[in-house]
């Protein structure tokens, strides 16, 4: 058939209309072919909102002003019914190719006559409307789609105990069995007095013009925005919930690509989504990577691209805020950027502030890095069955007032001797300075000294050993004494941090040969930093 035909038929199929009554089944074969057409040369950058229906949606002139951000195809057709949606339904809905569906049918249906003179009957247009939902649900279960209600119109008002009818199954039929959104715009077109406005209608008292054209377009937009906001926000709750189950799969396929970034809590923690992965391996072949829960969120829209906060629970770190970058594509929402951090209420940043100091962290990132060298098997000097009932150390709080700055007098022409050991055999050390510090206005000395055997080595060429013991030995501290490594200084002061101090496996486990802390280098104080235990001391 030419265009020419199908514009007539068209043209009469509007007769119909404007006087009131609609006919349905025509042919539509060359108009849908140009909706598909038009549809494909739009390059799909953008949420596609896909309008199916009839001429309330064809006749809507510059319809895509109505949703920006959106990439809109109007395959409304003149005349249509629900019969002839479901009879173009591979071009008019799986040819365009829609991510959101608005159907707008039934109007023409309540005022469609046979040739007989009988209307179609409400189970009549409910049964067509069910097969066509059924074949969406069916073939695009994915999709988003929202059913419009057959609007009100001065033309039709005859026929509105049977509009409120079909309305009222059409809305049990898309809400209750096929989960679809329904817009019922009676309300926005019709008065305080349930009267329809006739202001918001073209001249033939049956098509909306630029007004009612507007109240439509919110009504709808609002609703394309909820349920794309619905959508958003079940696709960030899963990727939540990917973690709590350890999901690797799930929760990294949720990145845009490899170069898509997180940010977490630590200054460290910049990592392209690739280098996320790689870190967050081991917490994954857990039950549980890690938990957050969401409990408000907001959300942004410029084109294609959105962003959101929202505030989050979670069982590890409290209270919690994620800021993130979304890009919508074709396979769906993608995460390109998210940063996490913590909420601080403003009475505790002082406090926190003090928690945070360099030299805490750096003394926190130590002690996780001594237990995970005692728990893992191929660093450990435990045997199995020790790291079985193995949980950690016990560290003393970190003490400020135990990182001091020393003066070192470099001692000439020692001799080697022999330190003792647990094992009994003697190692060859020599002291090699003094350390002269101020505890708590204190003055204290320490000695530290350098093996015979490990200077002969590159990597600890360098190295100095301070064992030391104080008031704590043997009470809440390992009795032999504690260790401290340190490097030669290159002036004549060094730092340090008793924070830093350790036990020697010795303390922990049979089999090794440990030195034991020389008498002069015992301090008559409590060295209330650093490791403790353990509880044989």
Same mark, same amino acid.
């Given at each position: !058939?030419?265009?020419?035909?199908?514009? #007539?038929?068209?043209?009469?199929?509007?007769?119909?209309?404007?006087?009131?009554?609609?006919?349905?089944?025509?042919?539509?074969?060359?108009?849908?072919?140009?909706?598909?057409?038009?549809?494909?040369?739009?390059?799909?950058?953008?949420?596609?909102?896909?309008?199916?229906?009839?001429?309330?949606? $064809?006749?809507?002139?510059?319809?895509?002003?109505?949703?920006?951000?959106?990439?809109?195809?109007?395959?409304?057709?003149?005349?249509?019914?629900?019969?002839?949606?479901?009879?173009?339904?591979?071009?008019?809905?799986?040819?365009?190719?829609?991510?959101?569906?608005?159907?707008?049918?039934?109007?023409?249906?309540?005022?469609?006559?046979?040739?007989?003179?009988?209307? !179609?009957?409400?189970?009549?247009?409910?049964?067509?409307?069910?097969?066509?939902?059924?074949?969406?649900?069916?073939?695009?279960? +994915?999709?988003?789609?929202?059913?419009?209600?057959?609007?009100?119109?001065? /033309?039709?008002?005859?026929?509105?105990?049977?509009?409120?009818?079909?309305?009222?199954? /059409?809305?049990?039929?898309?809400?209750?069995?096929?989960?679809?959104?329904?817009?019922?715009?009676?309300?926005?077109?019709?008065?305080?007095?349930?009267?329809?406005?006739?202001?918001?209608?073209?001249?033939?008292?049956?098509?909306?013009?630029?007004?009612?054209?507007?109240?439509?377009?919110?009504?709808?937009?609002?609703?394309?925005?909820?349920?794309?906001?619905?959508?958003?926000?079940?696709?960030?709750?899963?990727?939540?919930?990917?973690?709590?189950?350890?999901?690797?799969?799930?929760?990294?396929?949720?990145?845009?690509?490899?170069?898509?970034?997180?940010?977490?809590?630590?200054?460290?923690?910049?990592?392209?989504?690739?280098?996320? $992965?790689?870190?967050?391996?081991?917490?994954? $072949?857990?039950?549980?990577?890690?938990? =957050?829960?969401?409990?408000?969120?907001?959300?942004?829209?410029?084109?294609?691209?959105?962003?959101?906060?929202?505030?989050?629970?979670?069982?590890?770190?409290?209270?919690?805020?994620?800021?993130?970058?979304?890009?919508?594509?074709?396979?769906?929402?993608?995460?390109?950027?998210?940063?996490?951090?913590?909420?601080?209420?403003?009475?505790?940043?002082?406090?926190?502030?003090?928690?945070? +100091?360099?030299?805490?962290?750096?003394?926190?990132?130590?002690?996780?890095?001594?237990?995970? =060298?005692?728990?893992?098997?191929?660093?450990?000097?435990?045997?199995?069955?020790?790291?079985?009932?193995?949980?950690?150390?016990?560290?003393?709080?970190? +003490?400020?007032? =135990?990182?001091?700055?020393?003066?070192?007098?470099?001692?000439?022409?020692?001799?080697? =001797?022999?330190?003792?050991?647990?094992?009994?055999?003697?190692?060859?050390?020599? &002291?090699?300075?003094?350390?002269? #510090?101020?505890?708590?206005?204190?003055?204290?000395?320490?000695?530290?000294?350098?093996?015979? &055997?490990?200077?002969? !080595?590159?990597?600890?060429?360098?190295?100095?050993?301070?064992?030391?013991?104080?008031?704590?030995?043997?009470?809440?501290?390992?009795?032999?004494?504690?260790?401290?490594?340190?490097?030669?200084?290159?002036?004549?002061?060094?730092?340090?941090?008793?924070?830093?101090?350790?036990?020697?496996?010795?303390?922990?486990?049979?089999?090794?040969?440990?030195?034991?802390?020389?008498?002069?280098?015992?301090?008559?104080?409590?060295?209330?930093?650093?490791?403790?235990?353990?509880?044989?001391?």
């Amino acid at each position: !058939m030419s265009a020419r035909i199908a514009l #007539f038929i068209l043209g009469l199929i509007n007769l119909f209309s404007y006087s009131g009554i609609a006919q349905c089944g025509a042919n539509y074969d060359v108009l849908a072919e140009e909706i598909v057409s038009d549809a494909n040369l739009l390059n799909h950058e953008q949420t596609r909102v896909v309008f199916a229906g009839s001429s309330t949606f $064809r006749l809507w002139e510059n319809i895509a002003e109505s949703f920006p951000n959106y990439e809109v195809v109007n395959a409304g057709i003149g005349g249509s019914c629900f019969e002839d949606l479901y009879a173009y339904k591979e071009l008019l809905i799986s040819a365009t190719n829609p991510d959101v569906l608005v159907i707008y049918e039934g109007d023409n249906d309540i005022a469609h006559q046979y040739e007989d003179g009988r209307t !179609m009957t409400v189970k009549n247009i409910t049964k067509t409307a069910y097969e066509l939902f059924l074949w969406i649900k069916s073939n695009h279960p +994915n999709m988003e789609v929202i059913i419009l209600s057959p609007k009100p119109s001065p /033309l039709r008002w005859e026929y509105l105990p049977k509009y409120k009818k079909v309305n009222d199954e /059409l809305e049990k039929l898309a809400t209750d069995f096929f989960g679809f959104r329904f817009v019922n715009c009676w309300p926005n077109l019709t008065d305080s007095n349930g009267m329809v406005i006739s202001t918001y209608f073209q001249a033939d008292r049956l098509h909306l013009n630029g007004a009612g054209n507007k109240v439509l377009g919110g009504l709808i937009y609002a609703s394309i925005q909820s349920s794309e906001e619905s959508i958003f926000n079940d696709f960030i709750d899963g990727w939540h919930t990917s973690a709590s189950a350890a999901d690797s799969a799930a929760y990294f396929g949720a990145f845009f690509n490899n170069a898509s970034i997180f940010q977490g809590t630590d200054g460290s923690e910049y990592w392209t989504a690739a280098e996320f $992965r790689n870190w967050a391996a081991p917490y994954f $072949r857990r039950e549980s990577a890690w938990t =957050f829960e969401a409990f408000e969120r907001q959300w942004f829209r410029q084109g294609n691209t959105l962003w959101f906060n929202e505030r989050l629970n979670s069982p590890h770190m409290g209270k919690c805020r994620g800021i993130g970058v979304v890009r919508m594509t074709n396979s769906g929402p993608k995460i390109d950027h998210y940063s996490l951090s913590f909420e601080v209420p403003n009475e505790v940043v002082d406090n926190l502030v003090a928690l945070a +100091n360099p030299e805490r962290i750096e003394v926190l990132k130590y002690q996780k890095e001594l237990d995970d =060298f005692y728990t893992d098997s191929t660093t450990s000097p435990l045997k199995q069955e020790e790291r079985i009932g193995f949980y950690g150390h016990e560290f003393f709080e970190y +003490n400020p007032s =135990f990182n001091v700055e020393a003066a070192i007098e470099i001692l000439e022409n020692e001799s080697w =001797f022999d330190m003792a050991t647990s094992s009994g055999k003697s190692r060859k050390y020599r &002291r090699y300075a003094v350390a002269k #510090f101020e505890i708590n206005g204190k003055s204290l000395q320490l000695i530290l000294y350098q093996s015979k &055997r490990l200077m002969k !080595m590159d990597d600890y060429k360098d190295h100095l050993f301070l064992p030391f013991t104080d008031l704590t030995s043997g009470v809440s501290t390992y009795g032999t004494g504690r260790f401290m490594d340190i490097t030669i200084p290159e002036g004549n002061s060094i730092v340090l941090d008793f924070n830093y101090a350790y036990n020697p496996y010795c303390a922990y486990t049979d089999g090794y040969s440990c030195p034991i802390t020389p008498k002069e280098n015992f301090i008559d104080i409590p060295v209330n930093a650093g490791i403790k235990g353990p509880n044989n001391h």
